[in-house]
């Protein structure tokens, strides 16, 4: 499950870096991607949370 969620990327993770690094926190490519992965699955859990109450 968690793979087909971090399949679909519309923010690089260069611009990610450029958008951290701008508002003080230095990361590398790969620290990007994970913060990126772990936003969209916050995004997604948060969505399914929201329109699944009873």
Not at 6 to 26: D, F, H, T, Y
Not at 34 to 50: E, G, H, M, P, S
């Amino acid at each position: 499950m968690a793979k087909r969620l971090l399949e679909k990327r519309s923010i690089a993770p260069e611009q990610a870096m450029k958008i951290l690094i701008k508002n003080g926190l230095e990361v590398n490519e790969n620290q990007a991607k994970i913060i990126l992965d772990f936003l969209r699955i916050l995004a997604k859990l948060t969505v399914n949370q929201y329109f699944n109450k009873d």
